[in-house]
């Protein structure tokens, strides 16, 4: 979602500001803003649209200041305009927020009734009101913080300066996260440790409730009843060069490319020639594992495609029963939770709002236990699962996942493979299977191979405001994906189906201005997915296939366009055969003129409701 920055600093901050908001641009971008304390006076400068035009208007009138919050917003209270953009003022104070206040209008109209006029549609606001109101009353800045943020329902993350107390700035945390950055001589405050890497890499991941009081020479951490705690201090191994776009014209891009080696380094030193090694899940994972019987994988959007196409895995070579459910869906049901059944919770950032309640809630279902799947060891998600397994992906900057995707995959195979193992799977197929995993960073470097030719066929979508994209088996879920990153970047209208579903309905929208893509590897349901496509040509439907180079599909060439795409197994087709469908949305979206990294309406990482 949103975005934060603050200092506390010996030199001017508002400059530094700017630049964490650039590095947090892809998590809100529809307006942006920056307030510093100058001399014991907030002054501030907010804009809508991206960060590079709040910045221009700071470039025109800068101002000093060695204390500062910064905030780049992806709206949710109020639609997106200088008036409702981040920092909000209420007398002394300033405030940024990411995150969703529940009880925000029974609050807002308690201030209304003792005279507090409002200047914007925000729930941010409101704290920045009570907040303000209780320092008249004689409290100090961490003290009213505290008292306010233990009125407030919902989801925030805050940092708060005031006039009155200059070099100080106060932090709290619950359902959205935040961190400390440590410097020397000076301390920051941040959304995601990305903000923070160009000035320091030790960093203090905060709990839920924590409140935290840093200045340039000091950092404090707080429980919510005001009692201090210690929390530890970390060195991220993030670096800037991860975070930057080198040669590629998009971080997209670049991810893509990315994949073969993310997949290795998820791979590495957990899987070898006898296959997937032990207690890669954690410590306590051997007996957990050994009682498992039955899965229920949570997740959403990309996260969980990534768990349908598990679910085929699990099924098939460890015979346990798996469900996969949307997170957002799975909080608000009473699901059944059979005898020894694991919960695995799967997100890129772990701090994803319904993933994380969903974790939380499944404690009073009586799982056996929590597996988090993810690609950030200090989220919220990997603390509070009994088991964790990490993704390798590194920082994925652009909004429409690629890496988190493939390297996900990559995770769950081994989750597959070794309750494979413990539940009879034959050893010479086990072996086989373990082998064609550790192909799998080969076979994504040949898919992307592929560029040149997808670069091709991209030009047939560009007029088009409609595509179908088809798959079977395993596959299915790969084009649900397929259809997700066209329609995240591109904003081409797409739907996936499982191909024998055509005739039950999506057939109708099949003529000469709907291209239809499926996802072809060999395999026992090939001959009934060619069955399929005759049906889309028949009614002037314009195909385009992504054939496994071994799959016999020649005859398919004269019904549309076909490219081979070496799979290197039907254990890991579905990754190799994500690659093409990612280039194919993003050359596409290239060739719209689209926002490829930061399309419109949506944010990286989704910690509201």
Excluded at 166 to 184: K, M, Q, S, T
Excluded at 326 to 338: K, N, Q
Excluded at 440 to 446: D, K, M, S, V
Excluded at 473 to 490: C, F, M, R
Aim: with cysteine; glycine share 8%; aromatic share 6%.
């Amino acid at each position: 979602m949103c975005g934060i920055v603050a200092a506390a600093a010996q030199r001017d901050v508002a400059a530094l500001l700017i630049v964490g908001l650039k590095a947090l641009e892809y998590r809100g971008y529809d307006s942006s803003g920056v307030a510093v304390l100058d001399n014991g006076t907030i002054r501030r400068v907010r804009a809508k649209g991206k960060v590079r035009e709040m910045e221009a208007l700071y470039l025109a009138d800068p101002f000093p200041g060695g204390t500062g919050i910064a905030h780049t917003r992806w709206a949710t209270h109020g639609v997106p305009n200088e008036a409702n953009a981040h920092p909000h003022v209420a007398g002394r104070v300033a405030i940024v927020h990411n995150g969703i206040i529940e009880n925000h209008v029974s609050l807002r109209a308690e201030l209304q009734a003792r005279g507090h006029v409002f200047t914007s549609q925000t729930d941010t606001e409101v704290m920045a009101a009570l907040i303000d109101e209780r320092i008249g009353q004689g409290m100090h800045l961490r003290e009213a913080v505290l008292a306010t943020v233990r009125e407030l329902e919902g989801a925030y993350a805050i940092a708060v300066i005031s006039s009155d107390e200059p070099g100080r700035v106060v932090g709290a945390r619950r359902g959205a996260p935040l961190l400390v950055g440590v410097g020397i001589g000076e301390n920051f405050l941040g959304s995601d440790a990305q903000a923070l890497i160009q000035v320091t890499n030790r960093m203090i991941y905060l709990d839920e409730g924590d409140v935290v009081e840093i200045s340039r020479d000091s950092v404090q951490v707080y429980a919510l009843d005001g009692r201090p705690v210690e929390r530890p201090v970390y060195e991220s191994e993030l670096s800037t060069d991860a975070v930057e776009r080198g040669e590629y014209r998009h971080y997209m891009q670049k991810e893509i490319f990315e994949q073969p080696r993310a997949v290795a380094d998820t791979l590495e030193s957990r899987i070898g020639p006898h296959g997937v090694l032990p207690n890669i899940f954690g410590s306590d994972s051997e007996a957990m594992l050994e009682r498992t019987r039955g899965l229920h994988l949570v997740a959403c959007g990309t996260s969980y495609h990534a768990g349908l196409v598990a679910k085929y895995w699990i099924e098939e070579f460890a015979r346990l029963p798996v469900s996969v459910e949307v997170a957002s869906e799975y909080r608000y049901r009473e699901a059944v939770v059979p005898v020894d059944t694991l919960f695995v919770a799967i997100s890129q950032s772990g701090e994803t709002a319904d993933t994380l309640a969903a974790l939380r809630e499944s404690r009073r279902r009586g799982y056996l236990g929590t597996l988090a799947i993810c690609n950030v060891p200090e989220s919220s998600l990997v603390r509070e699962a009994d088991l964790k397994l990490m993704t390798r992906a590194g920082p994925e900057i652009g909004v429409a996942s690629t890496k988190a995707f493939t390297t996900q995959l990559a995770a769950l195979a081994l989750l597959a493979l070794e309750l494979a193992r413990r539940n009879g799977l034959d050893p010479q197929r086990y072996a086989a299977l373990c082998a064609e995993l550790q192909h799998l960073p080969r076979a994504l470097e040949n898919a992307l191979q592929l560029e040149p030719a997808i670069i091709a066929l991209a030009g047939e979508f560009i007029h088009h405001q409609h595509a179908l994209f088809l798959g079977r088996g395993v596959q299915y879920p790969v084009a649900l994906e397929g259809s997700l990153k066209l329609k995240e970047i591109s904003y081409i209208h797409a739907e996936a189906y499982p191909a024998g579903e055509l005739k039950h309905g999506p057939l109708a929208l099949v003529d000469e201005e709907m291209p239809v893509v499926a996802v072809a590897p060999n395999g026992p349901l090939l001959d009934k997915l060619k069955s399929n496509l005759q049906e889309v040509r028949a009614r002037g439907g314009r195909l385009i296939v992504f054939a496994d180079g071994a799959a016999g599909m020649d005859d398919m060439a004269t019904y549309g366009a076909m490219l081979r795409v070496e799979s290197g197994g039907s254990f890991i087709a579905p990754a190799v055969f994500t690659v093409p469908l990612q280039l194919l949305a993003y050359h596409v979206a290239v060739l719209r003129g689209t926002d490829v990294d930061q399309p419109r309406n949506l944010a990286k990482s989704v910690t509201v409701e």
